[in-house]
């Protein structure tokens, strides 16, 4: 059988018959990884919500002592590191370990990373983000593919298991800045940390216990390479990544690393590998005629999530800055802790989860086109910076809106987030080519890495120009996009089939 062959995305009826539908209608295998997810985001979004406020603590309270701009940039920088390291992840799973084993030790490098970050030094703080950059990028397409690989691809209850999956990452991201955020604010930054290590070390306990409901588990790669050109390829990824963190390190203690250096490296990076992808895919001969059609409607899907998640990465960065010093937190005679407000963020994507994911199933095949949900999530997404504009206008001196602005703000950010993720991720386990089915996965996270690439050079920005200003020009670039989108729709609803 050739590789456009094979089957990439349809066992999962064969393998329902012999399970049953035992968690909320859907595969047994869903459980699993969305408890996994739970654990992933706790650790990794409980980290991020103290990370940019332990960048901007000052050296007597144990932080790095950075200024607003500086510290989101490089915050915004690291995640454009764990959203490009994906690309190499969906690669090692098509063509070395298969997407069950990519996931486990991705998981692996991500709680190694944790618990670096947990040594109270500033060397062990950098060497932290590399490790779990290089482990979310093997974790964080593959398991997405693993949820598509749960169903066939005309099951018209995919939408809905990856609402439900989405749920799941969204527990972890509530939860995970509440524990962290208070560990970091009142114990120590360190201790923060170390609660991310605690919680991703949980998940890979609970993946590897749940394993014989995973897709793919006692397999290897879908489209391997030789044993040997494998057995080299082992030793090099190996020896690349470990090459990296020395020189890294290296070039740390030397003082010769510029972080500013580094975020510039890695935007120009998130620019240059979508084109690069993009090509490949588009001129490969494993992709057939109809493949290469889906792949047009495709990249106007992935430019929206860029506009969207433009916005959303700086609700862990830019939004927990203002919060800190010009939100009104006192609740009840209590000063919230700042980067509670990205907990809020999950639990409001927590309760819109179920809702969409019963609103589809119900809706049937009378749900409005992928299309249209992503451009609808777009716009929920810039009209969540637009509505701050009125809120922060005309202030000066040591100024504070009240939280509501805030809530309002991030309540619209959840829900669109949970209409163009969800949506998204669907609609690329089913357009993707059969030769690129986790690579696809690691390309639509690229749009993540180009949105957070951007963000590294627009957040520095914060603080320099009325907040206004930058609310309003944030906020209507998703805005602008998400027009465009609905007006393509006629044209993505006919080249998007099985896509609905």
């Known amino acids: 059988m050739t590789t456009e062959d094979a089957p990439a995305v349809d066992p999962a009826p064969e393998r329902e018959q012999h399970e049953g539908r035992t968690f909320f209608g859907h595969p047994r295998g869903l459980a699993t990884l969305f408890s996994l997810e739970v654990w992933e985001r706790f650790s990794f979004l409980g980290m991020q919500a103290i990370l940019v406020l332990y960048f901007t603590a000052s050296v007597a309270d144990d932080g790095l002592a950075m200024e607003p701009g500086n510290a989101a940039?490089?915050?915004?920088?690291?995640?454009?590191?764990?959203?490009?390291?994906?690309?190499?992840?969906?690669?090692?799973?098509?063509?070395?370990?298969?997407?069950?084993?990519?996931?486990?030790?991705?998981?692996?490098l991500i709680a190694a990373g944790h618990y670096t970050m947990a040594i109270p030094a500033e060397f062990s703080t950098w060497v932290g983000l590399v490790l779990i950059s290089l482990g979310t990028g093997l974790?964080?397409?593959?398991?997405?593919?693993?949820?598509?690989?749960?169903?066939?691809?005309?099951?018209?209850?995919?939408?809905?298991?990856?609402?439900?999956?989405?749920?799941?990452?969204?527990?972890?991201?509530?939860?995970?800045?509440?524990?962290?955020?208070?560990?970091?604010?009142?114990?120590?930054?360190?201790?923060g940390f170390s609660a991310a290590a605690i919680g991703m070390t949980a998940g890979l306990i609970q993946y590897v216990a749940g394993r014989r409901r995973i897709p793919g588990y006692g397999r290897g790669a879908e489209a391997p390479l030789p044993p040997d050109a494998a057995r080299r390829t082992r030793w090099i990824l190996g020896g690349s990544a470990a090459a990296v963190v020395v020189v890294l390190v290296v070039l740390g203690l030397l003082g010769r690393l510029s972080i500013a250096g580094v975020v510039d490296a890695l935007t120009v990076i998130a620019m240059v590998a979508p084109i690069v992808y993009f090509t490949v895919m588009f001129r490969s001969p494993r992709v057939t005629g109809e493949e290469?059609?889906?792949?047009?409607?495709?990249?106007?899907?992935?430019?929206?999530?860029?506009?969207?998640?433009?916005v959303l990465f700086q609700a862990y960065s830019v939004l927990i800055l203002l919060a800190e010093d010009h939100v009104d937190r006192t609740i009840f005679g209590w000063d919230v802790p700042s980067s509670w407000f990205s907990s809020y963020l999950g639990a409001a994507e927590v309760l819109v989860a179920p809702l969409v994911a019963a609103l589809w199933t119900w809706l049937g095949p009378r749900q409005p086109h992928a299309s249209k949900k992503v451009a609808f999530g777009a716009l929920l997404g810039g009209l969540s910076y637009l509505i701050l504009v009125p809120a922060v206008s005309g202030q000066s001196g040591d100024w504070r809106i009240a939280v509501w602005w805030m809530l309002v703000s991030l309540l619209l950010l959840g829900l669109g987030d949970v209409l163009l993720q969800t949506t998204g991720l669907s609609a690329t386990t089913k357009l993707a080519p059969a030769a690129f089915s986790s690579q696809s996965m690691a390309v639509w996270f690229l749009s993540i890495a180009l949105a957070n690439g951007i963000q590294a050079q627009t957040?520095?920005?914060?603080?320099?120009?009325?907040?206004?200003?930058?609310?309003?020009?944030?906020?209507?670039?998703?805005?602008?996009?998400?027009?465009?989108?609905?007006?393509?729709?006629?044209w993505m609803k006919r080249t998007m089939h099985p896509v609905h």
């Open 139 to 191: 974790l964080k397409p593959n398991v997405s593919t693993l949820v598509g690989k749960l169903y066939s691809t005309d099951d018209e209850r995919r939408d809905a298991g990856f609402a439900l999956y989405y749920m799941g990452i969204n527990v972890g991201a509530f939860f995970g800045p509440l524990v962290t955020g208070w560990l970091g604010a009142e114990v120590g930054w360190h201790w």
């Open 73 to 108: 940039s490089i915050a915004a920088g690291y995640g454009t590191m764990v959203y490009l390291v994906s690309v190499g992840g969906g690669w090692i799973a098509d063509r070395v370990l298969g997407s069950y084993r990519s996931v486990l030790w991705g998981g692996i």
């Open 292 to 310: 290469r059609g889906r792949l047009r409607p495709f990249l106007v899907l992935w430019v929206a999530s860029v506009a969207f998640n433009f």
């Open 459 to 490: 957040v520095r920005f914060y603080g320099e120009v009325p907040e206004s200003v930058y609310f309003a020009v944030n906020g209507a670039v998703p805005v602008v996009v998400a027009v465009v989108v609905l007006a393509l729709s006629p």
